[in-house]
């Protein structure tokens, strides 16, 4: 109930600006990399929609940690029963804000920093986490790869699997918003 609240707020605020100042994602993947001793496993889930307000630098996303697919169904079903309990933990959720004044009438990247809150597993971590926008052709478009250490969001590792899965996971982020339509 709390993650679907943070995206009634985000929605609500579109209905108060201007339709060019919210967008929504036209594209977005979040892909996940964890490189370890024995077996590096990857997922990609291709289905969430971020929402960003570009008056106010706010931004909002909800992933289903269902939606990411993995190579083997095995490993799916591992990530989800034992790893991230995704029927107690549905969701990943990330709202915050850029830091930055950002030139949305310049097309070259700029860096920025978006300070906000990730919440995974049950855990609300403050995070500032770097990243590339790129204002282009009436789109705005999102870059990010940064860490994330299991144990920060009580995620564990039996000692049997320490070898298979990384303490610390690369998390890619990518995606393509447009303008929201009434």
């Not at 709202?95 to 978006?114: D, F, L, P, R």
């Not at 990243?131 to 790869?145: R, V, W």
């Amino acid at each position: 109930m709390k993650y679907h609240s943070i995206f009634l707020l985000c929605l609500t605020m579109a209905t108060t600006f201007t339709q060019a100042q919210i967008y929504v994602a036209d594209k977005c993947k979040i892909s996940f990399f964890s490189q370890a001793k024995l077996e590096n496993i990857d997922a990609t889930n291709t289905i969430t929609k971020p929402v960003f307000n570009a008056a106010n630098g706010n931004f909002a996303i909800k992933a289903s940690q269902t939606a990411f697919n993995f190579k083997s169904a095995l490993m799916q079903e591992h990530y989800n029963e034992n790893y991230i309990e995704s029927e107690k933990y549905p969701f990943a959720t990330f709202t915050g804000k850029i830091n930055e004044t950002v030139n949305y009438s310049s097309t070259t990247a700029q860096n920025i920093t978006m300070t906000g809150t990730l919440d995974m597993h049950g855990v609300n971590l403050p995070r500032t986490i770097e990243g590339t926008l790129i204002a282009k052709d009436g789109k705005i478009i999102l870059e990010s790869k940064f860490d994330v250490k299991l144990s920060d969001y009580k995620i564990k590792v039996p000692s049997l699997y320490i070898e298979k899965i990384a303490e610390v996971v690369q998390v890619t982020f990518y995606t393509e918003l447009v303008p929201a339509k009434k």
